[in-house]
């Protein structure tokens, strides 16, 4: 069965891109950035591209690409662009997709809508965690706004393992944990491959 999986964070910089490319190479998925906001010569569909490795994944055009690396609704404004979520239409395709978002889930897209507006009823939702001061606070309210929307939830963690954290965020959300990416030195292909390996049997249960 075709998945379609979205790539959430409970904030920037939580590592969304490295979960994406890893996810999108353990099921030879495509890859999907609707809304990129700043970096247009090294977007995050480029470093996704540059770490992926199998045959089969094809990467989707952004549906905008807004060139100041602020929130969409402010770099849009910027860019003299108002964005438009109707206009953010999922590509065609028969091979399952990862869609990664922009932020967390409440980031603007306009003043009228956000980040969430543009997840449909079917995506699975992975939820990225990276451990610092609030990132508690940060997952549940993440994690429990998506389970009021009835979407399907899950978590990945990300960087140096922290089991207070990690152990209170899987009893108080109750979702299933797919695992945690250590801190690398760097992501290569081959680091990639290694947690798709890794991940793969999970992901494909989803």
Known sequence: MRKKIFVTGISTEVGKTIASAIITEALEADYWKP???????????????????????KFHPNSYALKVPISPHASAAIDGVVIDVDKIIEPETENHLVIEGAGGLLVPLSDKSTIMDVMKPDYKVIVVSRH?????????????LLKQ???EVFILFNGR????TEDIISHMTGVQIIGRIDEEKEFTPEVIRKYADKFRSCLQKL
């Open 161 to 164: 393992e922290h089991p207070a």
């Open 132 to 144: 610092y001061l609030g990132s508690i606070n940060h997952t549940l309210l993440t994690v429990n």
């Open 149 to 151: 929307q009835g979407f």
């Open 35 to 57: 809304v990129q906001s700043g970096d247009l010569d090294n977007s995050d569909t480029h470093k996704v591209k540059a770490l992926v490795s199998n045959c089969v994944t």
